[in-house]
Nanobody, 131 residues
Framework: QVQLVESGGGSVQAGGSLRLSCAAS????????MAWFRQAPGKEREGVAA????????????TYADSVKGRFTISSDSAKNIVYLQMNSLKFEDTAMYYC????????????????????WGQGTQVTVSS
């Protein structure tokens, strides 16, 4: 079993930055891939960024949605079991509830930004960007 707890959300003006954290506990083999998703009111859930934790210390894989490339960075502190999402140059359209997710599967690039790939989800943290 895996537990995920997100933190770091808040309100920020457009152009600002936030760093989200996802603290993970439970079996490490059950969270080989992790990701951040977001969902705004009235919109579908969107995969934002994903990271493959196996071999991460020696250059693991990451991938991003086109909407956040160049602005968001996903990273991991394996010693603390935390996955971060650094969000820079925030836009009004980044406003959403952000969720952390974990999967026990190997890296499948064509699936890692899809919600059905993941087995465990956190409760979410709200990010609000004012224009």
């Amino acid at each position: 079993q895996v537990q995920l707890v997100e933190s770091g959300g808040g309100s920020v003006q457009a152009g600002g930055s936030l760093r989200l954290s996802c603290a993970a506990s439970g079996n490490p083999s059950s969270r080989r891939s992790m990701a951040w998703f977001r969902q705004a009111p009235g919109k579908e859930r969107e995969g934002v960024a994903a990271i493959y934790l196996v071999g991460y210390a020696v250059g693991g894989s990451t991938t991003y949605a086109d909407s956040v490339k160049g602005r968001f960075t996903i990273s991991s502190d394996s010693a603390k079991n935390i996955v971060y999402l650094q969000m820079n140059s925030l836009k009004f359209e980044d406003t959403a509830m952000y969720y952390c997710a974990a999967a026990d599967k190997g890296w499948q690039l064509w699936r890692v930004l899809r919600g059905d790939y993941y087995d465990y989800w956190g409760q979410g943290t709200q990010v609000t960007v004012s224009s």
